[in-house]
């Protein structure tokens, strides 16, 4: 537990720290960034050092600013099926589930872009988490599709770098069916790591879902879309091919990215590329036929890739 006097210690020191929209960013929708739960997190991430903390704290700040990991996936905007990496939904604790797989990230092997879809997508999580008392996500890399051409120690760093900006944000970090290739590249990173997040490290099988989604706290209807979404992936080479792109402002796309939402009933105007939101209610209500519509918001109250879907 921290101790009380190095909270009342960092909190004081922030007070000099710049702040505001600029930091951030419009995801937090005017609140500012530098909050009791972040200076916890920094704190712990630092093992109660207030100094260590401060100092981290500062450089994302910096970051932040200069970097504003918010803005959207250059990419992505252009070919929305460039990347797969995406909140998929939310554990039994509210915390976000995020999940990518190789396989379906068709154009995958530029560093620098890959890191700027990484920031969008936490920074988007950030918030959705927040508003549902959670402060950490699951990371779920599914390494089916994985080559030697992503064994890029450059990527893993750039990674490792940048989520020094994101303290005691990660709850579990599942690596499914990696490949040996992978080894060499991760008995080269994880020594840089701390031990405390290669303890949240696990290797895992695909075939062994029923087992690993309750490390996550996966609840029985999110692993069931995981399973879904894992079998897909593995049993449709075609997936995201050229075919199943937008066609037209108001076409959808017959297989695309997929979500399993909770505490949620929307209806999407395609055409307008606005979300409708219907009820705000905060019950769990599982996805059963749903449609990604590949397109990408262009408001800031919809910025992730625009789906739909109908509720059971």
Request: positive net charge; aromatic residues 10%.
């Amino acid at each position: 537990k921290l101790h009380v006097g190095a909270m009342e210690e960092l909190r004081e020191a922030a007070k000099e720290l710049e702040d505001g929209a600029e930091v951030a960013g419009p995801f937090c929708k005017g609140k500012k960034f530098i909050t009791e739960t972040c200076l916890k997190r920094y704190l712990e991430a630092n093992n109660g050092d207030t100094k260590t903390a401060l100092t981290q704290l500062e450089h994302t700040i910096k970051w932040r600013k200069t970097y504003k990991p918010w803005e959207s996936c250059p990419k992505c905007l252009k070919d929305p099926m460039a990347h797969n990496l995406r909140v998929v939904g939310f554990d039994t604790k509210n915390r976000a589930v995020i999940y990518t797989c190789f396989s379906q990230a068709h154009d995958r092997w530029d560093a620098d872009v890959n890191l700027k879809h990484l920031s969008w997508v936490l920074e988007q999580a950030a918030p959705l988490m927040e508003k549902r008392g959670a402060q950490k996500w699951t990371w779920i890399s599914d390494f089916h599709g994985f080559s030697t051409s992503d064994c890029s120690p450059k990527s893993m760093m750039l990674v490792k770098r940048m989520l020094a900006h994101y303290p005691e944000r990660l709850f579990k970090a599942v690596m499914l069916d990696a490949p040996w290739i992978f080894n060499g590249l991760w008995n080269m990173v994880s020594p840089l790591l701390e031990q405390r997040t290669r303890d949240k490290v696990s290797f895992v099988k695909s075939h062994e879902l029923s087992e690993w989604s309750k490390s996550i706290d996966a609840s029985e209807e999110l692993s069931h879309f995981l399973h879904s979404e894992i079998r897909s992936n593995r049993q449709d080479p075609s997936f995201w091919k050229e075919e199943g792109k937008m066609k037209g402002k108001g076409g959808v796309v017959p297989q695309g990215k997929k979500y399993w939402i909770v505490n949620q009933k929307a209806t999407v105007d395609v055409v307008t590329q606005k979300e409708t939101s219907k009820d705000k209610s905060h019950d769990q209500q599982p996805v059963t036929d749903y449609r990604a519509t590949a397109q990408v918001a262009k408001d800031d109250e919809c910025t992730q890739i625009l789906f739909q879907y109908k509720l059971s």
